[in-house]
């Protein structure tokens, strides 16, 4: 027998559990959401920091403060954030104005990638209970939009009236797949392009009054995903690439005075290159053959002096402790970096050392890529994120946020213009 729903929804990150649950709250429709991983696979589940300030994780072309404020509110209500505190940051605004960099304050709530277990179980057990049935491990492999149908990998199909699509950044191309066999015009033309640095906590002690302090640089340079604490550097695989991340773990953890923090650039293409994605995979195909089909990695003092780092690098007396990421390969970053991204990221990390002194120790590390290829932004219907008739798209994946509460937020403006309906 083939299985009906009103609506289904396609990812459970947080734009898939901000519709659901405000689907589910009215109690007036059945409701799917299928998940192909057994546990959100997204950032709630990795460190899970929630920023509650427009407009962090809000591409700007889609959002306005007040719309955004409004849904962060609905978006609190569900993820109960224990907000962070910031403090003594007048002088580093004050450091940072002087040479043309913005600090912008922002709030926000840390998880920690050990609790973030807790926090989405709470959540998928809180919708199960308001009625939305929830499907582990299930990927949905295709949809058939002529019969309003989704093709499930155990080849099953699923019926729908509407359908909600939040496969986030990793279901990047399965989107554009989707988008393509359905007619709507898309494009993918920014990328965010960087490095993510690694250093000793003392050496960048800004974390301790302000936890992911959010420094903008002139050329669309930016700080981003700062972890301290039980900081650490991680890889994520890609079709082509690893690119680097970082989380940390919650206060319970042991610390190991360590922090990281991502420095990107954002890259707008033109004609006649006009793919991020193809952009950022040429990009990571290029590091990969150059450092053994792993991140590379270079200690600032290797790079001051134009050398590369090599193994014996990280075992000097001079360069006192080890790097979080022991995969990645000693190398010379300024082979694999175009010369305008290495450039303007380099003038953008010497202003930072100007602002927090100690950044650029010899010791400090510079993992190479950390690439964000989020833009991916189907021609929406309305401001619903309707692409087709009663067919919504949101999240990373289809460029309607950049981050966790986002997401969320997303996931909630596709459920108000199904309840429209
Ligand atoms: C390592 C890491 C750390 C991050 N840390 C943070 C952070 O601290 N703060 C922050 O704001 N943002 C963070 N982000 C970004 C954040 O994850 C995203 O902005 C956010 O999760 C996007 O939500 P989403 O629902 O669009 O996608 P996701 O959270 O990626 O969720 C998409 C879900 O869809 C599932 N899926 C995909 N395709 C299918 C399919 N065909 N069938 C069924 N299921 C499918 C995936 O398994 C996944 O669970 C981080 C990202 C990563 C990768």
């Avoid at 920023?51 to 955004?68: I, Q």
């Avoid at 949905?140 to 099953?156: A, E, H, Q, T």
């Avoid at 002096?305 to 006192?320: A, I, M, P, Q, W």
């Amino acid at each position: 027998m083939v299985r009906k729903y009103d609506i289904v929804i396609i990812g459970s990150g947080p734009a898939g559990l901000g519709a659901a649950y405000h689907l589910a709250e009215t109690g007036r429709f059945s409701t799917a959401l299928f998940e192909k991983s057994k546990i959100s696979s997204g950032g709630l589940r990795n460190d899970c920091k929630q920023n509650y300030t427009f407009p962090v994780g809000f591409p700007e072309e889609l959002w306005n403060s007040d719309e955004a404020s409004r849904l962060l509110e609905q978006t609190a209500r569900h993820l109960k954030p224990d907000y962070q505190t910031n403090q003594n940051i007048e002088m580093y605004v004050k450091r940072a104005e002087k040479i043309n960099v913005r600090l912008i304050e922002i709030i926000q709530s840390h998880v920690g990638t050990d609790r973030a277990v807790g926090l989405i179980n709470g959540l998928i057990d809180n919708l199960v209970s308001l009625g939305t049935d929830i499907f582990l491990e299930t990927e949905v492999i295709d949809i058939d939009f002529k019969n309003n149908k989704l093709i499930l990998n155990d080849n099953s199909s699923v019926e729908f009236k509407f359908a909600v699509l939040a496969p986030g950044r990793a279901g990047f191309s399965w989107l554009q797949d989707m988008m393509k066999k359905s007619g709507v015009s898309f494009i993918d033309n920014i990328v965010d392009i960087g490095v993510r640095i690694e250093a000793k906590a003392g050496n960048y002690p800004v974390v301790k009054d302000y936890y992911d302090p959010k420094f903008m640089f002139p050329h669309k340079v930016r700080t981003f995903c700062t972890n301290s604490g039980a900081a650490y550097v991680v890889q994520e695989k890609y079709d082509q690439y690893y690119s680097v991340n970082g989380h940390s773990f919650s206060r319970d953890r042991k610390a190991n005075d360590l922090v990281n923090f991502a420095m990107l650039k954002t890259i707008r293409l033109t004609d006649p290159v006009v793919s991020g994605h193809q952009f950022a995979e040429i990009l990571g195909q290029m590091a990969m053959k150059l450092s053994g089909g792993k991140p590379m990695m270079q200690r600032v003092g290797d790079f001051r002096l134009g050398k590369r780092s090599k193994v014996e690098t990280f075992n000097d007396d001079l360069y006192y402790f080890e790097p979080t990421l022991k995969s990645a390969t000693p190398g010379d970053l300024s082979l694999a970096i175009p010369a305008k991204i290495l450039r303007h990221i380099w003038d953008s990390l010497k202003n930072l050392d100007a602002i927090v002194p100690g950044i650029l120790h010899p010791s400090t590390i510079i993992y190479y890529p950390e690439i964000k290829t989020y833009a991916n932004k189907p021609e929406f219907m309305n401001n619903f994120f309707e692409v087709k008739e009663n067919i919504y798209m949101i999240g990373d994946g289809a460029g309607t946020s950049r981050g966790i509460t986002a997401a969320w937020s997303s996931g909630i403006r596709a459920a108000e213009g199904i309840l429209s309906k």
